[in-house]
């Protein structure tokens, strides 16, 4: 009864919320942005819109690095098919999707040119992407920006330094080399490859990566009130330089793109993780095993779908997924694990530059008495309540909803003179939105903390700004069940 009234009361937080923000945002309608597609000379469009069309030619302008056969593959027409005009618009806004979610164009354009009244010419026009960035790192070491900020003062201690090396198109064919070389907090050198097209047909491909870390601290535990407990702690970690943690790994993977929305993926690895004896000493079930060092193997296998207009920051479509994985030699012992994971995206354009979505997802891992090295649900990575930041909630099993609603409220660009064969301008698009988050995690009664098997629930109102290669800067104020608010502050990148 008591989590009833809280649950109202939270609720009507949200509804006062969204009428603040909805009574401000309807004023400052904007109008729709058009297309970056261009029509020309189809007569009769309007009188016959059930005749067809045939593409008497079909050219992409702007490629200078990528291969061109890597657009053509993108696009579900080509020289010589039949489009229907009622579709033609469809169509084409189709196809530059699909061209836009290769990451590889920082514009695609599509021109459409009627030779007669039933042959037209379709040019692509392409504008790439920089790829190439041997740039130097500066990252915290904590789970996000806020805990880095807040929990630890944002000390300069906590970070890491060093040399990334990408290049996000090595060989023209969107295949990818990353190289990192880290230092500071952490130590970590790995390398990563993989070429999505690596066959003539454009529908296999593979990948390879390995590294080598070192940290000077250890999560061993979550506390009661969902904090995470980390050795050693800040007195002996002041009097040593030690590193308490050291594992390298090896992963090789195969992908199969059929069609243009769905891929699969199939990956096997070998991992092998030291601790400190510090570590197993304060959680004997760290591993499960007593044991302060583990060699373990991987099989993961990854169904996806995804047709939506931006990967990166989506605003219509429908994306989705399930993920098999099996860690360990066997079934109970040690870090064994076999779990199963899925997801589904919605993302809705309700007009005048209003959108909503809802993204739900889930895991179980079995059997359910995990080491607590398994245990990891909520709270890392993308997978957390917006307003939660600074809890982690870990389990066998997990429930997550996130629903938002968003609007455009102005978008612009601003010229940028300085390198005009690479870059002209750079977009800004602002939307303000609000939201709110429910979460459910399961595990074992021996393992629960405040915030398990129970509902959560959390809301809140932000910004987002939207700017070039999908950078998203995300500013929100959240706030949750245990009756605690704050601004918070997240970013993510399209590379």
């Given amino acids: 009864m008591k989590q009833s009234v809280y649950v109202m009361i939270y609720l009507k937080k949200i509804f006062c ?179 999505p097209y690596s066959n003539s047909s454009l529908n296999r491909g593979f990948s390879v990566s390995a590294g080598y870390t070192q940290n000077r601290e250890v999560a061993y535990n979550t506390s009661n009130d969902n904090t995470i407990m980390f050795y050693p702690p800040d007195s002996i970690r002041k009097q040593t330089n030690d590193f308490v943690r050291n594992s390298w790994y090896f992963n090789v993977g195969y992908q199969v793109r059929k069609g243009f929305f769905s891929r699969q993926y199939f990956a096997a690895g070998y991992s092998f993780l030291k601790v400190d004896d510090s570590v197993v000493i304060k959680n004997p079930r760290y591993f499960k095993d007593s044991v302060t060092a583990k060699g373990y193997p991987e099989l993961a296998y990854t169904y996806q779908y995804r047709n939506v207009d931006n990967i990166s920051y989506s605003l219509k479509g429908t994306s989705a997924y399930v993920s098999v994985l099996k860690r360990g030699w066997g079934f109970v012992r040690g870090v064994d694990m076999f779990s199963v994971e899925a997801g589904l995206s919605k993302y809705f354009a309700l007009g005048k530059n209003w959108y909503s979505n809802f993204q739900l997802s889930g895991r179980i891992k079995l059997p359910l008495d995990q080491a607590y090295f398994n245990q990891r649900s909520l709270g890392y990575g993308q997978a957390y309540l917006r307003g939660l930041e600074y809890k982690v909630v870990d389990g066998v099993a997990y429930g997550l909803l996130r629903s938002t609603l968003k609007k455009k409220i102005v978008s612009f660009s601003m010229p940028f003179p300085f390198f005009p064969k690479i870059l002209t301008k750079i977009p800004f698009t602002f939307f303000a939105k609000t939201y709110t988050d429910f979460g459910y995690v399961y595990n074992k009664p021996k393992f629960d903390t405040y915030l398990n098997n129970r509902l959560l629930y959390t809301g809140g109102f932000g910004i987002d700004l939207l700017t070039l290669y999908d950078i998203n800067l995300r500013f929100e104020y959240s706030f949750n069940q245990l009756n605690k608010s704050g601004l918070f502050f997240h970013t993510q990148s399209g590379f």
């Fill in 17 to 195: 919320c969204c009428l603040i923000i909805f009574s401000s945002l309807f004023s400052h309608a904007q109008k729709s942005e058009i297309p970056n597609i261009s029509i020309t000379g189809i007569p009769g469009l309007a009188a016959d819109s059930t005749r067809k069309v045939c593409i008497s030619n079909l050219l992409v302008n702007g490629t200078k690095r990528t291969k061109i056969y890597i657009v053509y593959r993108e696009l579900q027409f080509t020289k010589g098919d039949s489009i229907q005009i009622s579709q033609l618009v469809k169509e084409l806004q189709q196809a530059r999707q699909q061209v836009y979610n290769t990451t590889l164009f920082n514009e695609v354009k599509l021109e459409v040119v009627a030779m007669d009244e039933y042959n037209i010419n379709i040019t692509v026009n392409v504008k790439e992407r920089w790829y190439l960035y041997p740039v130097p790192q500066f990252q915290w070491v904590d789970r996000n920006f806020n805990e880095w900020w807040k929990t630890y003062n944002h000390s300069l201690k906590r970070v890491n330094y060093g040399i990334k090396f990408v290049h996000y198109n090595l060989s023209g064919r969107r295949d990818q080399l990353n190289i990192y070389l880290i230092n500071g907090y952490s130590r970590n050198i790995s390398f990563a490859y993989s070429n």
